[in-house]
């Protein structure tokens, strides 16, 4: 068996890294120092100074660090004022649910800026939202009034009006705004190139009949002329996300154009319908029996599609990315491949309403690599993965690709769930970016995905 690292982070990868703390930003140091030897009257033009060029480069900044060439300050900024109570930054992987008072911004006094300053990777991608309080009467004095103040607070997040890179959410979301540092690794595919010949991205009305209802399903079909023979297949879940927001179309155009997977097709579910099965019933079994009963066989009546497990990929990110490991385990005559972008255990337990925001995840210290929590004989409480993953698979086993966060202390370490499952049997690459499990670095992630599994 097999692992494959992404030769793509060419930041220090160093186990023991710690997680992203606090520091002093180099401009807003400067800037202090300008403004206590400045008289009363220079404030303003100072300040209006320094949100010039914020307006002219963007958010957030980005500095170097002069004793520390691997990481750089990554700034966020609010411009406030006199009603501005607190300001809270949601940045996925970053921003701790359980903490929110860790990650308000500060006022520089006597201006209106609003400030937070982490020591990233110089490798880090990731999305965040900011959200300003500006209700009146004082704070709440207590911690528990006040964690329930922010946590209704991070409800309202919006992407950073400064920021010039939107990333598109989901439905009728805002979105979040995007962040990359100099070495984060590259996303060659993501943008449209117009000399690419175009597939086309159409929604049907497929069966669903094991999961009680029809739904929409997005349908990517390659450029005409392009496919010589039986078309591969992808199901990507989040249909509506992928093509209809994050516009996943331009980068298998550019895939293809490049030769660099086969022609395929593209089966995308929305995730109003059953897509969305296992957030609501938390198993697998009924969505996996869908995609290889129902999605597959509808899909091969309208087009030449192979039959062939091992041209046919299941995708899926989070609990999609569980729902697609186990889908491939538990239909391995149907799908011989899945790719699971950062795969999130079955929780131990269901958390309160608005713990978690939307988006963000615990910093916390990463899992030890020789620890996978859900393994059998795991401790009572800690999260679990279906018990089927750890049966002997039967024949030749399958190809299972792991994309998995760094800045995500929630879920299982990359190796630790490569190890499991190639001591079970099937072949297994992985790669780690350092970011949390966030669009922004999945939409990259995924294209290499389908290199790996698909690419010759």
């Known amino acids: 068996m097999s692992r494959t690292a992404s030769a793509a982070v060419t930041a220090p990868a160093d186990a023991a890294e710690p997680v992203p703390y606090t520091v002093a930003s180099p401009r807003l140091t400067r800037l ?6 400045a008289g009363t009257g220079e404030h303003s033009a100072l300040t209006a100074e320094f949100w010039t060029r914020v307006e002219r480069e963007g958010t ?3 500095e170097p660090l002069d004793d520390d060439p691997g990481h750089r300050a990554v700034t966020f900024l609010w411009r406030g004022h006199r009603a501005t109570r607190q300001v809270l930054l949601l940045a996925n992987g970053l921003t701790d649910p359980d903490d929110l008072a860790g990650s308000l911004l500060t006022p520089l006094p006597g201006t209106e800026i609003w400030y937070l300053t982490r020591r990233l990777r110089a490798d880090h991608r990731g999305s965040y939202r900011l959200v300003a309080d500006i209700s009146p009467g004082p704070l709440p004095g207590a911690e528990e009034p006040l964690r329930a103040r922010l946590r209704g607070l991070a409800a309202h997040a919006a992407p950073d009006p400064h920021n010039r890179m939107p990333l598109p959410g989901r439905g009728r979301s805002a979105g979040s705004s995007l962040f990359e540092l100099p070495l984060s690794p590259p996303q060659p595919w993501r943008e449209p190139r117009p000399d690419a010949p175009r597939g086309t991205v159409e929604q049907h009305r497929s069966p669903g009949a094991a999961l009680g209802d029809q739904h929409v399903t997005w349908v ?3 450029p005409s002329g392009t496919a010589a023979g039986p078309l591969d297949v992808l199901v990507l879940p989040d249909g ?3 093509f209809g927001a994050l516009g996943l179309a331009p980068t298998l155009d550019a895939l293809l154009a490049e030769r660099r997977i086969p022609p395929l097709l593209v089966l995308a579910p929305d995730t109003s319908g059953p897509a969305a099965w296992w957030h609501v019933h938390d ?6 029996d869908f995609l290889a009963d129902e999605l597959l066989p509808w899909a091969a009546t309208r087009w030449p599609v192979t039959a062939d497990p091992r041209r046919t990929v299941v995708a899926g990110q989070s609990l999609g990315g569980t729902a697609a490991v186990h889908t491939c385990l538990r239909r391995p005559e149907r799908f011989g491949s899945a790719l699971a972008q950062s795969p999130a255990p079955r929780p131990a337990a269901v958390r309160p309403p608005g713990t978690r925001p939307p988006g963000t995840r615990p910093p916390a210290a990463r899992p030890r690599r020789d620890r996978l929590p859900g393994t059998p004989g795991a401790a009572h ?3 679990s993965w279906p018990p089927q993953w750890f049966a002997p698979p ?4 399958v190809r299972i690709h792991l994309d998995v966060a760094r800045q995500d202390g929630a879920r299982v370490p990359g190796p630790a769930l490569h190890d499991l499952l190639d001591r079970c049997g099937h072949t297994v690459t992985w790669q780690e970016f350092n970011g949390g499990p966030d669009y922004a670095c999945w939409r990259g992630g995924l294209a ?5 599994l698909l690419g010759s």
């Open 32 to 37: 202090t120092r300008r403004l206590e030897q």
């Open 448 to 452: 290499d995905g389908l290199i790996s």
């Open 381 to 383: 409480g800690e999260p």
């Open 283 to 288: 198993t697998h079994e009924g969505y996996a």
């Open 220 to 222: 990517y079909r390659p």
């Open 394 to 397: 039967h024949g030749d086993g």
């Open 240 to 242: 509506e996300l992928w």
């Open 60 to 62: 957030p900044l980005i």
